[in-house]
Every structure is written in structure tokens, then in C-alpha cells.
């Protein structure tokens, strides 16, 4: 089977999945030069989460590989529990995910023969300005979900096993607290969509700062309410799927798009995005070469 035959059997997979009611993938965008015209040893698949893709850094990134390397970058951009799932069934070449544990599992169990630190931003509380919890001032995450569901403020989870959805769990399993109720909504959507609801719900929620900056420019109502706890952290990891799950993971053209994801030129590049647009960073580099040369 060529690569072509490969893609469009994952988007009927994929889409399949959707009509099913399984989950919502974006089948993304192309990047790459001439795109339709590079040959199926020229071209990877990533998966990667929603947030690399809403918050622009995707369309910002990888048109400079593939004018550099003449290759072609096919993206699908869902949760991070998804994009992990899609490796381990070998229909990737590379995930670009923010789930430290998750991937460590994922390369435990032998899914993936690479993986390298690539960038990180952080996690933020948004809500309405009016903020009923009074989460504002609060300064710790676990306190400020407990303040939420003490007051029975609507609080949207993006419950789609997302890496977001995977830190919102972290931080619920240090307050004592049962979310059975109608103020806890699990949107099993994207982090757009998930703003896109707690706007119109008046309701809080977990987000990444690169996501939400992103939608603060389209002129979202929310507010950042808590932002700067060391826990909400958010570190970004760069896989290379295990070449023998599939004939068609073309594992060369994986592991030199990693080395240069991670190089000192591209880090740079990811270090620059959003400062002319949002006046800041939206990621930090964060691989080992970066850091070996600064």
C-alpha cells in the first residue's frame, strides 16, 4: 500500500470514528513544498495535539521544513490521548504531545524509538471577568477547583483525554471534590471548542495559554483568572512511532524532522512565535541542543 493509499485510509478511519460519535479529529493541513507533488518517501504524517495547531505555531513552523528539506508534512491535530492511540496503531510517523506520563508509558511499552524534549508554556485558569467563585486571588490550582465546585460555578472539561485533560485530572485528584453535577460539563472537544463554550456557558476552564491567546485575538470574554502555579507548567514532547508497527512509517524522514524540530535554528523560530502578534512567547524552546547552546 503507498503512502497515499495509507492517508486516505486513516481519513476514512478517522472519519468513521467521527460519524460514530467516537471523537472529533481535524484532518488539518499540508505543509510542505509542492506538496502534491513530493513523493511518498518525502512525506510524514504527525499527530499532534489541537493546541500546536490553534494556537498557530503549526502554519508559523512547518512551511520552513518543508522549503528546507523539500518534504511534505501531512497533520492531524487531536487530544493527546488520541494522537498517542494513533501511534501505537501505526498510522504516524511522529506525535508532537503534552502528557509527560502518558509518553513515558507510551515509550515504555515500546510504541515509540525516540522521544526528545521540544518546548513548553503553561496552563491558565480562565473564566468570566465577573468570576462567581472568586477564583481570582487564589494563587494555587487545587484551591481554586475546589473554590469552583464548593460554589457550583459551571467549570467545562475538555474530557477528551487530551494532555489539558489529563492536567485537569492531576489537579481534581488533589482536592477532595465529586463532580457529579450539572455545574461539571466534559465537552469531549478541542481547547477551541471548549472556549467557545465556557464563553457562552459564563463557565471556567483549563486551558493553555498558546490556545487562549490565540482566541483573546478573535475577542473571546474570558479573562485569565489564575495563571503562574508551578504545577500548570506545560512541557511539549516530540516521538518518533516505532517503524516496525507499519511498512509505511517512514522512520528516516521522521528522525531527521525531529533533529531539526529540536535544532538551535528552529528552537529559535518557536522561541519568536507570537511576539509580534500577541507582544510574548507563546512556547518555550526546550530541547537539549537549545539548552547546550545557551
Sequence with gaps: MTREAATISLTLLLLSLVLGGCWRPKLDETFGDGAADVGPNRTIILATTTSTEDSGLLTFLLPFFGEQRGARVDVIAVGTGQALQIGRDGNADVLVVHARH???????????????????????????????????????????FAEIARTGATFVSRGDESGTHAKELVIWSTVRVDRAGDWY???????????TMAEEEQAYTLSDRATFLARKQQGTELVVLLEGDPSLVNPYGVIAVDPAKSPEINAELADRFIDWLI??????????????????????????????AN
Excluded at 522521544?115 to 484551591?143: K, S
Excluded at 512567547?281 to 541542543?289: G, H, Q
Design 102 to 144: 502518558l509518553e513515558d508509558v507510551f515509550m515504555d511499552e515500546g510504541h515509540g524509538v525516540r522521544r526528545e524534549d521540544l518546548m513548553y508554556n503553561d496552563f491558565i485558569i480562565v473564566g468570566p471577568e465577573h468570576d462567581p467563585a472568586g477564583v481570582a486571588g487564589i494563587g494555587e490550582a487545587g484551591a481554586a
Design 263 to 292: 535544532s538551535v535554528p528552529t528552537q529559535e523560530k518557536i522561541g519568536q512565535f507570537g511576539i509580534e502578534q500577541f507582544g510574548m512567547p507563546l512556547f518555550a524552546p526546550d530541547s537539549e541542543p537549545w539548552h547546550r
Design 185 to 195: 460539563v466534559s465537552a469531549g472537544q478541542g481547547m477551541g471548542e471548549v472556549l
